[in-house]
């Protein structure tokens, strides 16, 4: 601690909010994979995920993510 400067005793603010996701998230390989990255989390916490996961991986973006999100969503 510098000379002069006061301590901090002053706790950190809580932080809300899902901290853990990422902001693009890469597409689940499978329902399993996708069940793990949703366990134990609360329902806004999947929402989020997944419009991460859709917005990261959108059609628009890669000419690949069409197919990709197909294959993993099962929608043909």
């Known amino acids: 601690m ?16 899902p901290l853990d996701i990422s902001y693009t998230p ?11 990255l949703v366990a ?8 989020l995920l997944v419009a991460r996961i ?7 973006l890669n000419s690949e993510n069409r197919r990709k999100m197909q294959a993993r969503c099962a929608l043909r």
């Open 2 to 17: 510098s000379k002069g400067m006061a301590p901090n005793n002053r706790k950190a603010p809580d932080l809300e909010g």
């Open 54 to 60: 859709r917005a990261a991986n959108a059609a628009a």
């Open 40 to 47: 134990g989390r609360p329902p806004a916490d999947v929402v």
């Open 26 to 36: 890469p597409v689940p390989e499978s329902h399993e994979a996708f069940a793990a």
